[in-house]
């Protein structure tokens, strides 16, 4: 069954996109990276070591020719900031795709979204595929849309929070008026808040911490694979209505 | 000439942007470099010229999700 994500003019095979932070090292990085199935990964822009150049790079262990690599403006608290690191990423990488963040707040990571609304219109005019992280607020989102982002990416709950889907009402409001891709990005903390994600109808989940800081980072990334997986399908075919009584699924013909 | 390199002061006597990423053993293939706040398109940095107290950043691609 055909069922292509498409965002942007550029076609993903996993609806699982994930992050590459806080891992042990970049081998423990590239196995979760692999195990996930996940083509699109999210990297930060940061300064090169210049004084210690024996330093590994991130890209000898995800081959971009693999991947696509989806540059983040992570740590950029205003608009000048956030408009310096996409217009570095895209120079540092091989696509105009820039996961926008335009940060408000250290404590709660959430996003200054008038800052982000003023990052994603300058960054659409300069020809950028912009994914911005935003509030579950429908309103925001449809005000990127219009701005010209290529998909909105409403959180789910604080970055690294893992406190799953805290307002799914939201979500489901934002999916229901968006016409462009609608992925949660932050907020999972296990396989099945992605499958809540998928479930309602967004058309894929971003994840870093609940892959990186499991346990077993591994397994949990082939949980989220699973997840992601089963959250779609689950979606596509149509949940039976709810009931308050129950109703027997086996035949009262032919009891004796 | 003296210029300053991500943060820190550096001492170089090469001319070119091309021959600055060299001298720092810099792969250019997987950098973005910035001079006095310009991002400088990679096809240009081979003659990008270097003049005393610029101000140069090189930044790559780092494990990152999101906030920080």
Not at chain 2, 44 to 50: E, F, G, K, L, S
Request: glycine share 10%.
């Amino acid at each position: 069954m055909e069922d292509k994500l498409i965002v942007g003019g550029i076609e993903f095979k996993s609806r699982l996109w994930v992050g590459t932070g806080k891992y042990r090292d970049f081998d423990e990085t590239a196995r979760a990276v692999e195990a996930s199935g996940a083509d699109v990964v999210t990297v930060a822009v940061r300064r090169v070591n210049i004084t210690d150049r024996k330093t590994a790079n991130l890209l000898d262990y995800i081959d971009p020719k693999k991947y696509k690599i989806l540059p983040n403006t992570a740590g950029c608290y205003n608009v000048e900031d956030a408009l310096r690191y996409s217009r570095l990423a895209r120079e540092a990488g091989v696509s105009d795709m820039i996961k926008l963040e335009v940060i408000g707040d250290e404590k709660t990571l959430f996003p200054d979204t008038i800052g982000l609304l003023k990052a994603t219109e300058e960054l659409a005019k300069e020809g950028f595929i912009v994914f911005p992280y935003t509030n579950d607020d429908p309103i925001m989102a449809k005000r990127l849309e219009n701005a010209g982002a290529a998909a909105v990416m409403p959180l789910g709950a604080p970055i690294g929070s893992g406190l799953g889907i805290r307002n799914p009402y939201n979500i489901k409001i934002i999916l229901e008026a968006a016409k462009v891709p609608v992925l949660v990005d932050a907020g999972v903390g296990t396989a099945s808040d992605a499958t809540i994600a998928m479930e309602l109808g967004c058309d894929a989940v971003l994840i870093n911490t609940a892959i990186a800081d499991a346990k077993d980072p591994i397994a949990m990334a082939e949980a989220m694979k699973h997840a992601v997986i089963a959250g779609r399908l689950s979606f596509k075919a149509g949940r039976m209505g709810k009931k308050l009584y129950a109703t027997a699924s086996s035949p009262f013909d032919g009891m004796l | 000439m003296k210029i300053r390199v991500n943060g820190e002061d550096y001492e170089t006597s090469q001319q070119t942007l091309s021959g600055l990423l060299e001298e720092m053993k810099v792969r250019s293939g997987r950098v973005a470099v910035e001079v006095n706040l310009k991002v400088i398109k990679r096809a240009d940095t081979a003659d990008y010229p270097i003049n005393e107290g610029d101000v140069i950043e090189v930044v790559n691609f780092v494990g990152g999700g999101d906030g920080r």
